[in-house]
């Protein structure tokens, strides 16, 4: 059997929390939602076992006391929050709006599902609970969105839990797992989210450790090889940004980087800027290196690349994310394409390339890790 890849890609790439474009006033046939049920059963289980309970309200009364309830456990914040954002050009305005609205609508929702498995989360660690569940509930998704249906991944409501179970009569020993509203969606067309790429997050062998293209095995230097490490930092994306944008931050904690002068004080940092970096370790000694700016974002991305404008010996960036109340910090450093110290030790031990580069990624893992604890330490 051949499959289409492109549909499928493009079911998995394009599955939405849908609100705003649920079909309110088309009736939904009870038959497309247990075949999609029955599709959903084909996900893995804990132990084989057949855990897995749905519950599919269609009652008008019913919806509207769950629509209360939803209301009650965080929808009502979701409206003020709709409220609060209108108009301020804030990254979660859009987002806001389309759950304040399904807070609004809930009850002309025309089918609320929640799957349900039995056992109570308590930490045991033995399987059959939230991942024999999970997997199954977002198949269900897919399943709708193959048909035209749409639905929101929503967990707000098991803030009240004991009524919610009162209500639909679910066991004590019975977990919900997620309430998903579902409709006919208008339109079908949707577009995928922004997501880091997963090179940016895929580590190969050992955590942290990325590949610009293959691995080959054993790797080598044309993989474009490198190395990120994050943190989360309790304090504000403005706060941690002082650290970021000061290029000498690093030299306190790196024992290799020394410290850098931009080409002009005087300028506000941009693309294009640049700065020298000076650098020592026990391998190579003292060097100097050329920077460039290559992205610039305020309170966003810092980055610059050494060496040579157009083959630069390696690229750095800084990425700013507000997170919780905090703001994450990711490091990120991406050897190559062009020469350096590093190319030259490699020409000089080809045999011994991959060993190489491992040993410096490495190094320089250790090095950022420790300038972003640094400037934890320092805001914390
Ligand atoms: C664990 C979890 C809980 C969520 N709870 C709610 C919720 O209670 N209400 C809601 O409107 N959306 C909820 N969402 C949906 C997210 O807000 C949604 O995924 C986000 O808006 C991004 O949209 P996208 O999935 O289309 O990219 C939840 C999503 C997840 C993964």
Redesign the pocket.
């Known amino acids: 059997m051949t499959f289409d890849e492109s549909s499928i890609d493009h079911i998995l790439s394009t599955t ?2 849908v ?1 705003l474009r649920l079909d309110l006033e088309r009736e939904v046939e009870k038959q497309i939602i247990v075949d999609c049920i029955d599709l959903a059963e084909q996900a893995p289980t804990g132990g084989n076992l057949g855990s897995r309970r749905w519950i599919v309200v269609t009652d008008p009364t019913i919806k509207k006391q769950l629509a209360e309830l939803y209301y009650a456990a ?1 929808g009502n914040w ?1 409206i003020r929050m709709r409220d609060e954002l209108q108009g301020t050009g804030h990254p979660n305005e859009q ?1 806001m709006k ?2 304040a609205f ?1 807070a609004e609508n809930l009850q002309s929702v025309p089918m609320i599902v929640i799957p349900t498995i039995i056992g109570e989360h308590d930490g045991s660690g033995r399987p059959g609970l939230f991942d024999s569940v999970i997997q199954s509930a977002w198949s269900f998704c897919l399943a709708l969105r193959a048909r035209g249906l749409g639905t ?5 409501v098991f803030e009240k839990r004991d009524e919610l179970k009162s209500l639909l009569g679910i066991p004590p020993e019975v977990t919900e797992i997620v309430m998903l509203p579902v409709a006919w969606t208008k339109g079908t067309e949707f577009s995928p ?1 922004r997501r880091h790429p997963a090179r940016d997050i895929t580590f190969f062998d050992k955590y942290s450790k990325t590949f610009e293209s293959g691995p080959s095995s054993p790797i080598s230097f044309s993989d474009g090889p490198g190395t990120i490490v994050e943190i989360d930092i309790d304090a504000s994306v403005k706060k941690v940004w002082s650290l970021v944008a000061d290029i000498n931050f690093p030299a306190s904690f790196s024992e290799e980087f020394v410290g850098a002068e931009w080409e002009n004080e005087r300028l506000e940092p941009s693309v294009g800027a640049l700065f020298i970096g000076r650098n020592n370790n026990e391998h190579f000694g003292d060097w100097s290196v050329n920077c460039f700016v290559d992205s610039y974002e305020k309170f966003k991305t810092f980055g610059w690349c050494t060496g040579n404008f157009r083959h630069p010996g390696a690229r750095w960036k800084f990425e700013l994310e507000a997170f919780g109340g905090g703001t994450r910090v990711r490091f990120r450093v991406l050897l190559g394409p062009g020469p350096s110290g590093l190319t030259r030790l490699v020409e000089a031990n080809p045999e011994n390339e991959s060993v190489i580069i491992d040993s410096r990624l490495d190094a320089l893992n250790r090095n950022m890790m420790n300038v972003l604890v640094g400037m934890k330490a320092a805001l914390d």
Do not use: V
């Open positions: 939405r929390a609100r965080g979701m987002m389309s759950a399904l929101a991944w929503t967990t707000a989210a």
